[in-house]
C-alpha cells in the first residue's frame, strides 16, 4: 500500500499540525517520512529584485534545513529525511511525491468558518487535485495538537456501488489492522438518484424507497463479509436516505479520531484532476481528517 510518507511543512503551527498523523502512520505502517520546505523563487522578479530575493532564498534555505532537522527529532523509531525545495509550493510536493506511487502525501489545513463551512487551503487544494499520490489532508484547529500522535479508532468508508468507491477497500483493511480500528460501511440512498421517463408515471414512492434501502443494505451487506473474509473483525455497514456528503459529513460529527477514507471519483480534463462532487463536498466540510485515494 504505502511506502512513504511526505510531510509539507511552511514554518507554521498550522501546517506542524499533520505531524502527530505521519507520526502515527510511520510507527504502524513502519514507513518512512520525507519532511519538505518549499521556498518561492525569484523567477519572476526583476534582476535586481530577483538578486535580492536569491540571497532571502539562500538564507531561508539554512534557516528550514535548521528547522527541518529540529522537527525530525520528533519522530522516533522511524526513518526521517527532509530536503529544501524551490519553486511554487503545489507543484514540488506533486513532483516529490509522483517519484514514488506508494507515497502518502499528508497536509495539514487551515480550518475556517466562513458561511458555515469549511474552507481548504489553496496549496492543499491544488495538491488534491493536482496529484496522483494518496492524499490525506488533515483538519486544522485550535484544539488540534502538533505534539504525539494521532492514529484513528474509526474509519468510516462511503460506497456507491461503483468499482472506483470500492478500490479503496484493500488500503482500508491495512490501515484497520495497523491501527485496530474499527470499520463502518457507509451508504446513502434517495430518489434523486431516480430518473422518471414519463409525466404520466406516478410510481409508489414509498415502495421505491423501500427497494432502494434494500438494494444498499445487501450491497453493503457483501462488502462488510468480504471485508471480514481479509480478517477485519469490527466491521458494520451504515444505510441512511439523503444526501451523500451530508451523510458522510454528519457521521463524522463529534468524532475527531475518525478518518474518512474515499476515491476521489476524478478525471483528467485539460491536465487537471477534477474532484467528485462528493469528494469536494466532504473535504471542504467535515471536520474530520480525509484520505483520498485514487486508482
Known sequence: MFTRILVPLDGSAIAEKALPHARALARALEIPITLITVMETAADFSDKKARHLDKLVEGGVRDSE????KISKTFFGAA???????GRAEDAII??????TGTLITMATHGRSGLGRWLLGSVAEKVVRGTNNAVLVVRATEETSSEGEAAPDSII??????TLAESVLLPVVELAKAFHAKVTLLRSYSLKQIIFSSEEFHPDLDELKGELKWEAMSYLDEKVAELKSRGLVDVSRSVTEGDAAET?????????????????????????????????????????SVLTIRT
Open 66 to 69: 535548521e528547522y527541518l532537522k
Open 80 to 86: 526521517v529525511q527532509y530536503r529544501v525545495e524551490k
Open 95 to 100: 513532483m516529490n511525491a509522483a517519484a514514488d
Open 157 to 162: 468508508v462511503p460506497l456507491d456501488g461503483s
Open 248 to 288: 458522510i459529513i454528519e457521521m463524522g460529527k463529534g468524532a475527531p479520531n475518525t478518518l474518512i477514507v474515499m476515491s476521489p471519483h476524478s478525471g483528467s480534463i485539460i491536465k487537471r484532476w477534477v474532484l467528485g462532487s462528493v469528494t469536494e463536498k466532504v473535504l471542504r466540510h467535515a471536520n474530520n
